[in-house]
């Protein structure tokens, strides 16, 4: 299938994400119907006055029956359960993708619910922010982000090649990796943060952190994200971020012991280190495009 044939859409999940990529979609494809599901009547009320998608569904089997591309966008705890009940009623040839943090258990469950005639492939659109649901839903939030597409030995190449240039449309910046290398990778860099802005809101005494600056505020701002969400994450990428907090601890270990003995060149170099390549990195994502210059 290309992009020109492409007719309908089903995003399953109607929160931040799929609120937005209904929105997106609209504007990069005006042409294409968007079906919508949520299993809350609240919200798809909501999805429908905000204009999120065009036909809205409280079945998911209902919502796919009839698409050709069916992007999951709610929490990653649900994919399981919306796979199982989606299987059957998938067109022949249609693509599924969808939008979480771990890619490995997913690839495991389209593998035992899916069969031969669906394409799952999938993505993470890097993009979002602590708030949650349809209501903080923008057109522009994909625009200038990065998305990773994990294909397997089995995806056709034609698959990825639709994908690339969906999310491309939507205004991001494409590459791909294996699911076990995107878990890997995103454990420290996603993960990971969002355990220790927790632990050092959680290290601190509600008397004394009003008096934080905007400096712990900036640090801890993740810690605000919902529990439940990112309980579901990490669990579906426990090794991996185990991993990660077991490298962070090393390095803490090693700023202590210098701190102990006093060992003020050590600790120069530990911070001029961070910042040489924390600055190295802000430049890099200006010169891409994805902060403002």
Same mark, same amino acid.
């Given at each position: 299938?290309e992009?020109?044939?492409?007719?309908?859409?089903?995003?399953?999940?109607?929160?931040?994400?799929g609120?937005?990529?209904?929105?997106?979609?609209?504007?990069?494809?005006?042409?294409?119907?968007? =079906?919508?599901?949520?299993?809350?009547?609240?919200?798809?009320?909501?999805?429908?006055?905000?204009?999120?998608?065009?036909?809205?569904?409280?079945?998911?089997?209902?919502?796919?029956?009839?698409?050709?591309?069916?992007?999951?966008?709610?929490?990653?705890?649900?994919?399981?359960?919306?796979?199982?009940?989606?299987?059957?009623?998938?067109?022949?040839?249609?693509?599924?993708?969808?939008?979480?943090?771990?890619?490995?258990?997913?690839?495991?469950?389209?593998?035992?619910?899916?069969?031969?005639?669906?394409?799952?492939?999938?993505?993470?659109? *890097?993009?979002?922010?602590?708030?949650?649901?349809?209501?903080?839903? =923008?057109?522009?939030?994909?625009?200038?982000?990065?998305?990773?597409?994990?294909?397997?030995?089995?995806?056709?190449?034609?698959?990825?090649?639709?994908?690339k240039?969906?999310?491309?449309?939507?205004?991001?910046?494409?590459?791909?990796?294996?699911?076990?290398?995107?878990? =890997?990778?995103?454990?420290?860099?996603?993960?990971?943060p969002?355990?220790?802005?927790?632990?050092?809101?959680?290290?601190?005494?509600?008397?004394?952190?009003?008096?934080?600056?905007?400096?712990?505020?900036?640090?801890?701002? *993740?810690?605000?994200?919902?529990?439940?969400?990112?309980?579901?994450?990490?669990?579906?990428?426990?090794?991996?971020?185990?991993?990660?907090?077991?490298?962070?601890?090393?390095?803490?270990?090693?700023?202590?012991l210098?701190?102990?003995?006093?060992?003020?060149?050590? *600790?120069?170099?530990?911070?001029?280190?961070?910042?040489?390549?924390?600055n190295?990195?802000?430049?890099?994502?200006?010169? =891409?495009k994805?902060?403002?210059?």
């Open positions: 299938m992009i020109k044939d492409l007719e309908k859409v089903s995003v399953i999940g109607l929160g931040l994400l609120g937005s990529l209904g929105l997106a979609l609209n504007s990069s494809f005006p042409r294409i119907k968007r =079906r919508g599901y949520s299993h809350r009547a609240v919200t798809r009320n909501k999805a429908r006055d905000l204009g999120s998608v065009d036909e809205i569904y409280p079945d998911v089997a209902d919502a796919v029956s009839e698409s050709q591309l069916v992007i999951l966008a709610s929490p990653i705890g649900t994919f399981e359960s919306l796979m199982q009940k989606m299987a059957g009623h998938l067109p022949d040839g249609c693509i599924v993708t969808d939008v979480g943090s771990t890619k490995v258990l997913p690839v495991r469950w389209a593998r035992k619910y899916f069969n031969r005639n669906i394409q799952f492939l999938g993505s993470h659109p *890097i993009a979002g922010s602590e708030q949650r649901g349809v209501d903080f839903a =923008r057109a522009d939030l994909f625009f200038g982000a990065p998305c990773i597409l994990t294909p397997t030995k089995q995806t056709q190449k034609t698959t990825i090649a639709f994908l240039e969906f999310w491309q449309a939507l205004g991001m910046r494409v590459q791909t990796m294996t699911a076990t290398e995107h878990d =890997r990778v995103l454990a420290r860099i996603s993960h990971l969002h355990l220790l802005a927790s632990a050092m809101v959680n290290v601190s005494d509600p008397k004394e952190l009003l008096l934080c600056g905007k400096g712990f505020l900036d640090t801890t701002r *993740i810690a605000s994200g919902p529990p439940n969400v990112w309980r579901d994450i990490i669990m579906a990428n426990t090794k991996n971020t185990s991993v990660a907090i077991g490298k962070l601890t090393k390095e803490l270990v090693r700023m202590q210098a701190l102990d003995q006093e060992k003020e060149k050590a *600790i120069l170099k530990m911070l001029a280190d961070a910042q040489a390549k924390r190295t990195l802000v430049a890099q994502k200006m010169k =891409r994805e902060l403002p210059t």
